[in-house]
């Protein structure tokens, strides 16, 4: 019987024995989860301070931070607050961590949520327009990585063609990022993030 092999290049046998790299990276992941912890805190706060018409139904399920190693082979992290998610109905707003690549906050919703705020979508067109906000018009509502032919930057769209993703469109993806850059103004920004998607549901009055 011939023995089994294991054929690694130079670079990954110089990883495979040196595992400080994989605790650097178990220390920035709990840090990460942490920071999102936090985060939820303040979209809470953002939440009773800045949106009193936001339906309390909505609240009813608390934040959940989730966790995972292989989305296309890199490790996440996602917060989900709010998270209302059902067969037919969803409302929820998701920060996605994703190693290697950015940070995005995005708007989903489905059902009788979709049809509660597609009015006020419309109506926001152009204030969302002057914003770099992306728009899902994939059909897979459980990717989230921004590619051309799953989002678009809403700027390149006209009232026309926004108005037809709104009401056509079995669930609604909007979408913002930023890139793994200055993470000493993160959380001011993706809590920024969070207020211009929950405003444009017209919930905040």
């Not at 294991?6 to 989860?33: F, H």
């Not at 709010?82 to 409302?91: E, G, K």
């Not at 152009?126 to 059909?139: F, H, R």
């Not at 509502?141 to 590619?147: G, K």
Request: glycine share 6%; charged share 25%; proline share 4%.
């Amino acid at each position: 019987m011939k023995s089994a092999k294991i054929r690694l290049s130079e670079e990954e046998q110089l990883l495979v024995c040196n595992g400080d790299w994989i605790l650097t990276k178990n220390r920035v992941l709990d840090a990460v989860s942490s920071f999102l912890a936090d985060l939820q805190a303040e979209q809470a706060r953002w939440l009773r301070d800045q949106a009193p018409g936001f339906p309390p139904s909505i609240l009813t399920i608390p934040a959940k931070v989730s966790k995972g190693e292989q989305y296309l082979g890199l490790p996440y992290r996602v917060l989900d607050y709010p998270r209302l998610f059902s067969s037919a109905d969803i409302f929820a707003v998701r920060t996605f961590f994703w190693w290697g690549h950015y940070f995005n906050v995005t708007l989903q919703l489905a059902g009788h949520w979709k049809k509660q705020t597609e009015a006020s979508l419309i109506a926001a067109f152009a204030d969302i327009k002057e914003e770099n906000l992306y728009i899902c018009t994939g059909t897979d509502p459980w990717q989230h990585h921004f590619t051309d032919d799953y989002y678009q930057p809403v700027r390149s769209l006209n009232s026309a063609e926004w108005e037809k993703i709104i009401l056509e469109q079995a669930f609604i993806k909007l979408s913002c990022r930023q890139e793994l850059s200055d993470w000493e103004q993160m959380g001011e920004r993706l809590l920024a993030d969070f207020g211009r998607l929950i405003r444009v549901t017209g919930y905040t009055g």
